[in-house]
């Protein structure tokens, strides 16, 4: 079995000898030859140049035995392309070229069909990596949910409390609605793009649906997610992702994806049990233990892998992000021990 095939069997949903593995942002930092590249090359180069985006979305699978590799992008590309452009501070964190402050600027915004144009390089990485892996290892395309990308317009960048999207949800609830529409309706004609262009499943990160009230989170978030995935392929895999989000795991199951991973604060088998069998799950050992030493990983990643033994539909992942703290030898030792566990 392929690991491609072995990856797409675990979205089915179908009984594995061992789980597929990949981890998020197994691209990026942590790798010396990620950091050497960067040494010569913005991220937004990077990011925007095919040839360089397939390299480095490439690199983690030439150092470790992943079944997966994910584009490297950034869920941004998406404001960026209607018209909101984006950086990264010096001090850290996000920057939006400037807020969405009005209606005014919301309606400015540009519409879906110039997504397909503006980001064809996405698709250019994609078909070279398509190319590149062949039948050997599954790719994934990824994009950030609608309510987490209007975070970051809303607010103008990273946030600490999130009160400009708040606020444009509970009081101008027609302003936030036009906002969603035009970000569901470019994430469609991005995501469309993607699986034209190869990619074998797609992640959605709904990386701040944490931060919604529960009982808005249909309304703010779950809904718009709905929408994408019903208008995309009906067999094709769509993930989600939803950091913080433990307690709507039952609506979650109910949008159409067919695989939701998971953060490190959920009990797996639990979710699983929870979970229709006919939907995968996905994670979900605390990214922070890749910066401790080999034995703790394996024994750590060991106890995910028995506390899953003999249910199907698994997908090895982290709860989140790797760090760029994390130690190879740990990411070596987490590989070993999940491509050898029988």
């Not at 998020?24 to 930092?29: D, I, P, V």
């Not at 079944?67 to 404001?79: E, G, K, R, T």
């Not at 519409?111 to 290892?137: C, F, N, S, W």
């Not at 910066?291 to 892998?305: F, G, H, Q």
Request: aromatic fraction near 8%.
């Amino acid at each position: 079995m392929t690991s491609r095939e072995r990856f797409l069997a675990a979205c089915a949903s179908q009984p594995l000898d061992r789980p597929p593995l990949w981890i998020m942002r197994q691209a990026g930092r942590y790798l010396p030859e990620y950091r050497e590249l960067k040494a010569r090359h913005s991220f937004l180069e990077m990011v925007r140049t095919p040839a360089l985006a397939a390299e480095v979305t490439l690199q983690p699978l030439r150092r470790f035995a992943f079944d997966a590799a994910i584009l490297f992008s950034d869920i941004l590309v998406i404001p960026e392309a209607l018209g909101q452009g984006y950086h990264f501070r010096d001090q850290g964190g996000i920057a939006m070229e400037f807020p969405l402050a009005t209606r005014a600027q919301i309606d400015a915004l540009r519409p879906a069909e110039v997504v397909p144009e503006h980001l064809a390089y996405v698709g250019e990485t994609l078909r070279l990596l398509r190319r590149e892996l062949g039948d050997a290892h599954a790719l994934l395309g990824f994009g950030g949910s609608p309510w987490t990308l209007a975070c970051y317009m809303v607010e103008g960048g990273s946030s600490e409390d999130f009160s400009a999207i708040k606020s444009l949800f509970y009081t101008d609830r027609a302003a936030f609605d036009a906002l969603m529409e035009r970000l569901t309706a470019a994430l469609i004609a991005y995501f469309q793009m993607q699986i034209r262009a190869g990619a074998d499943a797609i992640q959605i990160f709904d990386s701040w649906g944490g931060i919604v009230p529960g009982h808005d989170y249909e309304a703010a978030s779950l809904r718009w997610i709905r929408r994408i995935v019903a208008a995309l392929p009906a067999t094709f895999p769509v993930i989600l992702y939803a950091k913080g989000t433990a307690p709507q795991l039952a609506a979650q199951a109910t949008c159409g994806a067919r695989v939701l991973s998971v953060d490190w604060t959920v009990d797996l088998p639990a979710a699983r049990a929870a979970l229709p069998p006919s939907i995968a799950i996905q994670g979900n050992l605390d990214p922070v233990l890749l910066n401790l030493a080999p034995d703790i990983v394996r024994r750590e990643t060991t106890r995910v892998l028995e506390s899953m033994r003999g249910h199907a539909g698994h997908i090895f992942n982290l709860g989140h992000g790797i760090l760029p703290q994390a130690r190879l030898e740990s990411v070596a030792a987490l590989v070993d021990t999940v491509t050898n566990w029988r």
